[in-house]
């Protein structure tokens, strides 16, 4: 890897570390402080130390032909979930052993990247993937994960997209997916440090909870912030920095809309690691674009 490759991929690393590592830190302590079993907020800090390895392995390692696979590995996942147990009827997680995954938040922002990597070759094929992951989240039901899917699908199709019948057929159909997510109905209720650890935070102290705020918004701006430099041409970065964030960003607003999980601060390994895949596919995208390599989609690339 080169000097500059190395620093610009680095970068997004650190920062996003430091800012997730405080939430994951802070939803650790108002757990602990309300009685939740340490297993669970242990589990947390342990997943961001594991995704903390695979995120600099994935910066590292990455190479442009990848992306189509971990686009395609999206639907796949989310597929399997239809055939998991349901909680109430519900599909959204896959178990193993002791681990209760929620595949749409491990799987999501990885995705996110590699379509923003991909949609301008082939915006075609790369939409279609994201509609059927969309179509998915509408059947398990997830209406927080469809409508975060849908909002960064929208954002990518308005930036990558130049064939106009294209664009407004994609956003017309991101839109009704994400509507008729939130008509199926969801039983499940809330878990306190869960989908509501804001509230729990803030009984503790307002201060701690506006800080929780505060990091989740600093978390969804920073993928943009860290790559505005890079607009341009191919590598798409900047672009990839915009799906990621809109990602980031859905999660944060999402609890506020219903009960769904509040990311990082809230207990659930899912979206700890799958924001290390993100960002890790990202910088490992910075990291093609500075050492001046070419950049080839691969499968499914014009």
Request: net charge positive; aromatic share 6%; charged share 10%.
């Amino acid at each position: 890897m080169g000097t500059k490759g190395f620093a610009g991929a680095g970068r997004p690393l650190l920062i996003y570390g430091a800012l997730s590592l405080v939430a994951v830190l802070l939803g650790a302590f108002v757990a602990a402080r309300h009685g939740v079993a340490t297993g669970s907020w242990v589990r947390d800090l342990l997943a961001w130390g594991v995704g903390a390895g695979m995120a600099g392995a994935i910066a590292a390692g990455l190479r442009s032909g990848a992306f189509p696979y971990v686009l395609g590995l999206a639907p796949a996942g989310l597929l399997a979930t239809l055939f998991s147990a349901p909680q109430e009827g519900v599909h959204r997680w896959i178990d193993a052993g002791p681990l209760h995954t929620n595949i749409a938040m491990l799987v999501l922002p990885s995705a996110l990247v590699a379509a923003a990597a991909l949609m301008p070759k082939r915006p075609g094929w790369t939409i279609g993937v994201l509609m059927l992951c969309a179509g998915v989240l509408v059947a398990q039901p997830d209406a927080s994960q469809a409508t975060t899917l849908a909002l960064a699908g929208i954002g990518l199709v308005v930036l990558a997209v130049r064939q106009r019948g294209v664009q407004v057929a994609a956003i017309l159909a991101f839109a009704a997916l994400a509507g008729v997510s939130w008509l199926r109905p969801d039983p499940l209720q809330p878990v306190p440090e869960v989908e509501g650890i804001i509230g729990l935070t803030f009984r503790l102290s307002p201060v701690l909870a506006g800080l929780a705020l505060l990091l989740l918004a600093a978390i969804a701006l920073a993928p943009v912030a860290l790559t505005r430099a890079s607009r341009g041409p191919a590598p798409p970065v900047w672009l990839a920095g915009v799906g990621l964030g809109l990602c980031f960003a859905g999660w944060a607003v999402a609890p506020f809309l219903g009960a769904f999980p509040v990311p990082l601060v809230g207990m659930g390994m899912s979206p700890v690691l799958g924001g290390w895949l993100g960002i890790g596919l990202l910088a490992g995208l910075i990291r093609l674009k500075g050492s001046g390599r070419a950049f080839a989609p691969g499968v499914g690339a014009a």
